[in-house]
């Protein structure tokens, strides 16, 4: 008798003195069945379960004991690692510690490197081979170790996410042939560094896609436009044709731009929100004109203010109500809002205690400038300490 696939942890002991089986079969003209009488009598019966579980196919394979204890001496966080990558814990041929030996010698801190294999264990992986050749493409674009370190601190993933180094190397030759300058690819390396670990083919399709645009759009400038589409949005090559052609779309529909409008938003101001998902974008101008409406704005008002500033689609729906509201509280008219949008790039918490800050020195928001809302803090608290310093004065005379 077997025992069942899923009773790997069971024996069971029987007794010797089985007794009495009886047994009568009772077979149909239409069907046919078996009935059991018996009658089993036992003196004892035994039931032990054991600890250890049976090996089999199923079980998981044991983590690497070794890999273990000098990652645990390397100061990583093995929960996170193991939550992230599980399946590198099992191998038998990480290289941590020449990993370690090679990013110190690029200047790399020891915490550094722990924080990296941590959020990137797939890193070990990587042979010292590997990692110096990868290093030397970088560099081709990259002017310090320094500088690559701080790249791989921020985003472990863009760095060794892949091991083909031809692919890099194609890669760097492609977009320089396309007209990105040395500075350009460093942006891209700075910023949006996994463009170079997409395969070549990936980049050439949305190389080509953007060039057809410009053209179908009546520019004669291509490399251009690309270039300038590149250099407002380093992330552009990390999306989709499918998504980027869906937004170029929805944009030239829903403002009704003509080919010159459209190219100057998405080359320009418009740029960035091509990264968003269609559905995205239209749930966010839907809220905008909502919400914009319900304040006594006209539809062209709405077309001008998004056409203007066209980073507040990125806002959440909660959180463009919510600073929209923050700020009509305070008096301050819709319509200097749609003037000034970039007041929206402030945080609630930015806006409410400079608000207060303003209206304490006896700055009227409902007539006066709101820019300042928005300007960066050296610059705003100039302005506050020149407001503290003209209403001494008024209150002295």
Same mark, same amino acid.
Request: proline content about 3%.
């Given at each position: 008798?077997?025992?069942?696939?899923?009773?790997?942890?069971?024996?069971?002991?029987?007794?010797?003195?089985?007794?009495?089986?009886?047994?009568?079969?009772?077979?149909?003209?239409?069907?046919?069945?078996?009935?059991?009488?018996?009658?089993?009598?036992?003196?004892?019966?035994?039931?032990?379960?054991?600890?250890?579980?049976?090996?089999?196919?199923?079980?998981?394979?044991?983590?690497?004991?070794?890999?273990? =204890?000098?990652?645990?001496?390397?100061?990583?966080?093995?929960?996170?690692?193991?939550?992230?990558?599980?399946?590198?814990?099992?191998?038998?041929?990480?290289?941590?510690?020449?990993?370690?030996?090679?990013?110190?010698?690029?200047?790399?801190?020891?915490?550094?490197?722990?924080?990296?294999?941590?959020?990137?264990?797939?890193?070990?992986?990587?042979?010292?081979?590997?990692?110096?050749?990868?290093? @030397?493409?970088?560099?081709?674009?990259?002017?310090?170790?320094?500088? #690559?370190?701080?790249?791989?601190?921020?985003?472990?993933?863009?760095?060794?996410?892949?091991?083909?180094?031809?692919?890099?190397?194609?890669?760097?030759?492609?977009?320089?042939?396309?007209?990105?300058?040395?500075?350009?690819?460093?942006?891209?390396?700075?910023?949006?560094?996994?463009?170079?670990?997409?395969?070549?083919?990936? =980049?050439?399709?949305?190389?080509?896609?953007?060039?057809?645009?410009?053209?179908?759009?009546?520019?004669?400038?291509?490399? @251009?436009?690309?270039?300038?589409?590149?250099?407002?949005?380093?992330?552009?090559?990390?999306?989709?044709?499918?998504?980027?052609?869906?937004?170029?779309?929805?944009?030239?529909?829903?403002?009704?731009?003509?080919?010159?409008?459209?190219?100057?938003?998405?080359?320009?101001?418009?740029?960035?929100?091509?990264?968003?998902?269609?559905?995205?974008?239209?749930?966010?101008?839907?809220?905008?004109?909502?919400?914009?409406?319900?304040?006594?704005?006209?539809?062209?008002? *709405?077309?001008?203010?998004?056409?203007?500033?066209?980073?507040? #689609?990125?806002?959440?729906?909660?959180?463009?109500?919510?600073?929209?509201?923050?700020?009509?509280?305070?008096?301050?008219?819709?319509?200097?809002? *749609?003037?000034?949008?970039?007041?929206? @790039?402030?945080?609630?918490?930015?806006?409410?205690?400079?608000?207060?800050?303003?209206?304490?020195?006896?700055?009227?928001?409902?007539?006066? =400038?709101?820019?300042?809302?928005?300007?960066?803090?050296?610059?705003?608290?100039?302005?506050?300490?020149?407001?503290?310093?003209?209403?001494?004065?008024?209150?002295? =005379?």
């Amino acid at each position: 008798m077997s025992i069942p696939k899923g009773l790997g942890y069971l024996t069971i002991m029987a007794p010797r003195n089985l007794l009495y089986v009886r047994s009568n079969c009772l077979f149909g003209s239409r069907c046919w069945m078996i009935r059991f009488s018996t009658e089993i009598l036992f003196k004892s019966v035994s039931l032990r379960l054991f600890s250890k579980k049976c090996d089999n196919a199923d079980s998981d394979p044991l983590e690497n004991e070794e890999l273990l =204890n000098n990652l645990l001496t390397m100061g990583v966080d093995v929960d996170m690692a193991r939550k992230r990558q599980p399946g590198v814990f099992n191998r038998t041929d990480t290289n941590e510690q020449d990993l370690q030996t090679f990013l110190l010698s690029k200047g790399a801190s020891k915490e550094v490197i722990a924080s990296i294999i941590s959020r990137y264990p797939r890193a070990m992986t990587r042979t010292p081979e590997s990692l110096s050749d990868r290093w @030397d493409l970088w560099r081709r674009i990259v002017t310090s170790d320094l500088e #690559i370190v701080n790249i791989l601190e921020r985003s472990p993933e863009s760095f060794f996410r892949s091991s083909d180094n031809l692919n890099l190397e194609n890669n760097i030759k492609f977009l320089y042939s396309v007209g990105l300058t040395h500075e350009y690819l460093c942006r891209l390396l700075t910023n949006a560094p996994r463009t170079f670990s997409n395969s070549l083919n990936l =980049n050439k399709q949305m190389v080509e896609f953007l060039q057809e645009v410009c053209l179908l759009l009546g520019h004669n400038g291509p490399t @251009d436009f690309v270039r300038k589409i590149i250099f407002k949005n380093p992330f552009i090559l990390i999306q989709s044709t499918k998504r980027v052609k869906a937004n170029i779309e929805f944009l030239q529909s829903t403002f009704h731009l003509n080919n010159e409008e459209l190219l100057s938003l998405i080359c320009g101001p418009g740029a960035k929100i091509l990264d968003l998902s269609s559905d995205c974008m239209k749930r966010s101008y839907r809220n905008i004109k909502e919400k914009l409406f319900s304040l006594g704005c006209t539809a062209e008002e *709405i077309r001008k203010f998004v056409l203007s500033y066209p980073d507040v #689609i990125f806002l959440g729906e909660k959180k463009f109500n919510d600073k929209i509201d923050c700020l009509t509280e305070e008096k301050i008219n819709i319509s200097q809002i *749609i003037e000034h949008p970039r007041i929206l @790039d402030s945080s609630i918490s930015t806006l409410k205690s400079r608000i207060k800050e303003l209206v304490n020195v006896g700055y009227d928001l409902s007539t006066s =400038n709101i820019s300042l809302l928005s300007w960066s803090q050296k610059r705003y608290n100039a302005k506050l300490k020149k407001l503290y310093i003209e209403q001494n004065i008024v209150l002295e =005379n």
